[in-house]
């Protein structure tokens, strides 16, 4: 018997009524490509929270990179980002209409093309939760060319899930492994405080299937704390110095996410110190300019389920759009974009691309 089968033995012997809310895009595509809720018992439902940094990435802050695109400015960008949607299509429609967009996968890339280039000025699109914060930072201390600059939509998972305990029905969370490397388990055990069985999980399907398992085992005692079921790549601390050099560049902020409205403390922005290579104080005048026309008054379209499945509120196959007018190739919402949002997960792994 396989490690899968046995867990989802022990899984069916424990199980009852429960909500679980993973918040980290990398699970949902493993649950999505194994079939994981398929297999579990019906009582088990396994909901999608907002983990997929490209889908809560706003329309003002692509409208923000794609104005200094057409300003002249090269914007360097992961491959995913691109093709988000913003008030007036992506980053990618703005490289077809001549403006120079790279896709980089890495922000030492978007350096190389600076160096390369010392005339051009260069900025990299920096999104993403806590596990790619400190590479940014880390770049940053390395004192890059003057020609290089952030344009910074970090986010920060804890205020997230604070911002969603009140506003959803869930019984328990499954951690993201690759931010609890980072952050280690102690910032969520406020969550287990207030009766939220945490588990910090890996990416494997056994390593879901474990995390489920536990979840279920706390239940059953009446037991509410955090557990690392991810000990390989996580510390119970985290990584002491990522977190030293994240807080040396950036300081925490109000941000706003794509469908979940403005969060208190669940940004960053970069530190007075590093103003040089701040692309939103560098360039504030150029923004304001290309972007004071813009309306953002029901901003997502009036159709798109986007905002209720980041807060796993919806499925996709519920919203009008999904597998018809929004495909991976033609995406309205910012869940259909990315290999770790929902709707591409979906339209990917349950037959709806080969139907």
Same mark, same amino acid.
């Given at each position: *018997?396989?490690? /899968?089968?046995?867990?989802?033995?022990?899984?069916?012997?424990?199980?009852?009524?429960?909500?679980?809310?993973?918040?980290?895009?990398?699970?949902?595509?493993?649950?999505?490509?194994?079939?994981?809720?398929?297999?579990?018992?019906?009582?088990?439902?396994?909901?999608?929270?907002?983990?997929?940094?490209?889908?809560?990435?706003?329309?003002?802050?692509?409208?923000?990179?794609?104005?200094?695109?057409?300003?002249?400015?090269?914007?360097?960008?992961?491959?995913?980002?691109?093709?988000?949607?913003?008030?007036?299509?992506?980053?990618?429609?703005?490289?077809?209409?001549?403006?120079?967009?790279? *896709?980089?996968?890495?922000? $030492?890339?978007?350096?190389?093309?600076?160096?390369?280039?010392?005339?051009? %000025?260069?900025?990299?699109?920096?999104?993403?939760? /806590?596990?790619?914060?400190?590479? &940014?930072?880390?770049?940053?201390?390395?004192?890059?060319?003057?020609?290089?600059?952030?344009?910074?939509?970090?986010?920060?998972?804890?205020?997230?899930?604070?911002?969603?305990?009140? /506003?959803?029905?869930?019984?328990?969370?499954?951690?993201?492994?690759?931010?609890?490397?980072?952050?280690?388990?102690?910032?969520?055990? =406020?969550?287990?405080?207030?009766?939220?069985?945490?588990?910090?999980?890996?990416?494997?399907?056994?390593?879901?299937?474990?995390?489920?398992?536990?979840?279920?085992? =706390?239940? %059953?005692?009446?037991?509410?704390?955090?557990?690392?079921?991810?000990?390989?790549?996580?510390?119970?601390?985290?990584?002491?110095?990522?977190? /030293?050099? *994240? $807080?040396?560049?950036?300081?925490?902020?109000?941000?706003?996410?794509?469908?979940?409205?403005?969060?208190?403390?669940?940004?960053?922005?970069?530190?007075?110190?590093?103003? =040089?290579?701040?692309?939103?104080?560098?360039?504030?005048?150029?923004?304001?300019?290309?972007? %004071? &026309?813009?309306?953002?008054?029901?901003?997502?379209?009036?159709?798109?389920?986007?905002?209720?499945?980041? %807060?796993?509120?919806?499925?996709?196959?519920?919203?009008?759009?999904?597998?018809?007018?929004?495909?991976?190739?033609?995406?309205?919402?910012?869940? *259909?974009?990315? =290999?770790?949002?929902?709707?591409? &997960?979906?339209?990917?792994?349950?037959?709806?691309?080969?139907?």
């Amino acid at each position: *018997m396989s490690a /899968e089968s046995e867990l989802l033995e022990k899984i069916r012997t424990l199980s009852r009524p429960v909500k679980i809310m993973h918040i980290c895009g990398t699970h949902e595509r493993t649950i999505s490509r194994n079939g994981l809720r398929d297999v579990l018992p019906e009582e088990i439902e396994v909901l999608s929270g907002p983990g997929c940094p490209v889908c809560v990435t706003p329309k003002e802050e692509i409208d923000r990179a794609i104005a200094l695109a057409e300003s002249g400015i090269i914007v360097t960008s992961f491959g995913d980002m691109m093709r988000v949607p913003g008030s007036s299509g992506s980053l990618m429609d703005a490289r077809s209409r001549g403006c120079d967009v790279r *896709m980089v996968y890495s922000i $030492d890339d978007a350096i190389a093309i600076a160096e390369k280039d010392p005339e051009s %000025k260069v900025v990299f699109f920096a999104i993403g939760f /806590e596990t790619t914060t400190p590479t &940014n930072a880390a770049a940053i201390l390395r004192k890059p060319p003057e020609n290089f600059s952030l344009l910074l939509t970090h986010k920060l998972t804890i205020p997230a899930i604070e911002a969603l305990i009140d /506003e959803i029905e869930v019984d328990a969370f499954i951690a993201p492994g690759h931010v609890c490397t980072i952050i280690g388990i102690h910032p969520f055990e =406020q969550f287990a405080e207030k009766g939220f069985p945490i588990i910090a999980a890996g990416f494997e399907a056994d390593e879901l299937l474990l995390s489920i398992l536990m979840i279920l085992e =706390q239940l %059953k005692a009446g037991e509410y704390k955090v557990e690392n079921a991810y000990p390989r790549a996580v510390k119970d601390e985290g990584n002491v110095r990522a977190q /030293e050099m *994240m $807080d040396k560049v950036f300081k925490v902020t109000d941000s706003q996410w794509r469908g979940l409205g403005t969060i208190p403390d669940s940004g960053m922005v970069m530190r007075p110190e590093f103003s =040089q290579y701040n692309a939103s104080i560098i360039y504030a005048d150029l923004i304001a300019e290309k972007m %004071k &026309n813009i309306s953002y008054e029901n901003s997502l379209s009036s159709l798109c389920h986007c905002a209720d499945i980041l %807060k796993g509120k919806e499925k996709p196959d519920n919203c009008p759009l999904f597998s018809k007018k929004c495909t991976p190739s033609n995406p309205v919402g910012s869940c *259909m974009v990315s =290999q770790e949002g929902m709707c591409y &997960n979906w339209f990917r792994y349950r037959g709806v691309d080969s139907a």
